[in-house]
């Protein structure tokens, strides 16, 4: 059974800085893998993906502002998020197994992390 565990949230004023990990128990050098978040009343949103080859896709609103990452060896995915803003605030999740920023795509995801960015 394939488990995505998130962690990293928090709050925090608007132009700081969190880190998202994600560990997971597939071993992230053979899946595509990708943050989403998803704001109250909102639908879920694809943040940032990294395939196989390490290529990465963003959204329009990180551009510049947020990295995904991964550690093949230690199965875990990272979302550095620099100059937060208010509208950044989101549950944040992981997943695993899909395409880009397609989240109906992706088979496996976890719990989520809250971020919160106030003004």
């Known amino acids: 059974q394939v488990q995505l565990v998130e962690s990293g949230g928090g709050s925090v004023q608007a132009g700081g800085s969190l880190r998202l990990s994600c560990a997971a128990s597939?071993?992230?050098?053979?899946?595509?893998m990708a943050w989403f978040r998803q704001a109250p009343e909102k639908e879920r949103e694809g943040v940032a993906a990294i395939n196989v080859y390490a290529r990465t896709t963003y959204t329009d609103s990180v551009k510049g502002r947020f990295t995904i990452s991964k550690d093949n060896a230690m199965n875990t995915l990272y979302l550095q998020m620099n100059s937060l803003k208010p509208e950044d605030t989101a549950m944040y999740y992981c997943?695993?197994?899909?395409?880009?920023?397609?989240?109906?795509?992706?088979?496996?995801w976890g719990q989520g992390t809250q971020v919160t960015v106030s003004s």
């Open positions: 997943a695993a197994a899909g395409v880009e920023l397609a989240a109906r795509t992706y088979p496996y």
């Open positions: 597939i071993y992230g050098g053979r899946y595509n």
